[in-house]
Structures are given as C-alpha cells and as structure tokens.
C-alpha cells in the first residue's frame, strides 16, 4: 500500500504514527458534550429496551431517533458514565440528525 509516495507497508512506524492519528481524530469527533445534543447508542438488546425510560430518568429531553438501529438523539447534560454501565454508548450527535443540516 503506498500512501503520499512511501510504502507504509516498508514504514511501520509511519503506519502506527497514522493508525495513532486516525483514531485520536475520531475520538475527538465522537467524544460527546458535557451539555447539549448527543446520540444514545445501545450495545446490548436489554439496553434497547430500556434506552428511552434511562435517558429520561437521567433529565434527558428525548430529541428523535437516531441513525443507528434502536439509538436515540437527546438533549441533556453528560450521560456517558451514567449509562456505559447499561450497555449505552454516549457519542456526539450527528448535525444532520439534530434538525440542522450538515
């Protein structure tokens, strides 16, 4: 594989350097915000069922349905320690999925 003219394959500190480099970007672009929109993902079929009823019991106003299967977009303060425990994954909100265009 060759990328900007080297061979990654040949350049393995490069490729770790821009496996390293990917993955910090999308955690910055996931990482969800202390206050505002978020996207509620569920990892387990109980937390699908459950989803809803947790994130209002939390404060959180239920905003649509998110863009993944069974997920939910809401409006609340930080949830992402109070729900992991439940098999929810808390990420930033889509735009797109929040009324506003991306």
């Given at each position: 594989m060759?990328?900007?003219?080297?061979?990654?394959v040949r350049q393995p500190?490069?490729?770790?350097?821009?496996a390293i480099a990917a993955a910090a970007l999308?955690?910055?672009a996931l990482a969800p915000?202390?206050?505002?929109?978020?996207l509620l993902v569920p990892?387990?079929?109980?937390?699908?069922?459950?989803?809803?009823a947790l994130a209002v019991a939390?404060?959180?106003?239920?905003?649509a349905q998110g863009p993944l299967p069974g997920s939910l977009i809401v409006d609340g303060d930080a949830l992402a320690g109070a729900l992991i425990g439940h098999?929810?994954?808390?990420?930033?909100?889509?735009?797109?999925?929040?009324?506003?265009?991306a």
């Open positions: 060759r990328l900007l003219g080297l061979s990654v500190i490069l490729a770790m350097q821009l999308a955690i910055i915000p202390a206050r505002g929109p978020m990892v387990t079929p109980a937390a699908a069922t459950e989803l809803a939390s404060g959180s106003r239920l905003i098999g929810i994954l808390t990420l930033a909100a889509p735009r797109s999925g929040c009324g506003e265009k």
